[in-house]
């Protein structure tokens, strides 16, 4: 199910949201009912499989039954997360040393 996962992400004032929209059918298919416990495991899952370190809360799921549709939606945040911090200082690095450059 994790492969058939539209993803959707947005960022506002340092805050990034997150929207999964999953086929109803491949929803149903692993899960009985929409629930809160279901958004969760689905979404860590989802950041583990993308070996995203995003850390969500406020997560909601719905159910759009006219359009077929399981949809989580959820906050993101990355700051403290030790591996994101070290991205930022690894990117730092290389864009000092590429200042630095003589041709």
Do not use: P
Not at 45 to 70: F, S, T, W
């Amino acid at each position: 199910m994790l492969n058939s996962i539209f993803e959707t992400r947005s960022q506002k004032d340092g805050l990034y949201q997150i929207k999964l929209t999953i086929n109803e059918n491949d929803y149903f298919s692993a899960y009985d009912g929409v629930t809160d416990e279901n958004a969760q495991e689905i979404l860590d899952n989802y950041l583990l499989y993308r070996q995203d370190d995003g850390k969500a809360d406020n997560i909601q799921i719905k159910h759009n039954k006219n359009e077929h549709l399981v949809i989580i939606t959820a906050d993101l945040h990355y700051a403290g997360n030790e591996k994101t911090e070290d991205m930022y200082n690894t990117h730092d690095y290389i864009r000092e040393k590429g200042e630095m450059r003589v041709y």
